[in-house]
Nanobody, 120 residues
Framework: VQLQASGGGLVQAGESLRLSCGGS????????MGWYRQAPGKQRELVAT???????NYADSVKDRFTISRDNAKNTVYLQMNSLKPEDTAVYYC???????????????WGKGTLVTVSS
C-alpha cells in the first residue's frame, strides 16, 4: 500500500491550497484517513481526520478554515485549506488506517509529506 500526497506549495497569508492523497495497492477498505503536519522544531500534530461514514475531526487551530473530504471510490482524501496563516507552515502528511484484505489486519500507513509554506 502506498499513499501519495500532492498539492503543497508556497502561498501568501489569506490564500488557499488543496491537498490530495491517494491510496494505491492492496486496499480492501479504509476505516479512516487523515492529515497531520509537522512544523520545524515541533512534534507532528493531527490536523483533520475523516472516517468511513463521513464523520470528521479537526484540530482547534484549523476549524472553520480547513475542510477534509474523501472519495471512497478513489481511495483519496482531500484537505481544502482556506485563509492560510504563516503558522500553518509545515510538512503535511497523509495517514490512513485500512484493511489491506478482507481478513486484515487493520493497518496504519503514512505517505511522504508535502510542504506547505505560508508567507506573511
Amino acid at each position: 500500500v502506498q499513499l501519495q500526497a500532492s498539492g503543497g506549495g508556497l502561498v501568501q497569508a489569506g490564500e488557499s491550497l488543496r491537498l490530495s492523497c491517494g491510496g494505491s495497492g492492496s486496499i480492501f477498505s479504509i476505516e479512516r484517513m487523515g492529515w497531520y503536519r509537522q512544523a520545524p522544531g515541533k512534534q507532528r500534530e493531527l490536523v483533520a481526520t475523516i472516517f468511513s461514514r463521513g464523520s470528521t475531526n479537526y484540530a482547534d487551530s484549523v476549524k472553520d478554515r480547513f475542510t477534509i473530504s474523501r472519495d471512497n471510490a478513489k481511495n483519496t482524501v482531500y484537505l481544502q485549506m482556506n485563509s492560510l496563516k504563516p503558522e500553518d507552515t509545515a510538512v503535511y502528511y497523509c495517514n490512513a488506517e485500512l484493511w489491506p484484505t478482507a481478513r486484515g489486519p487493520l493497518s496504519n500507513y503514512w505517505g511522504k509529506g508535502t510542504l506547505v509554506t505560508v508567507s506573511s
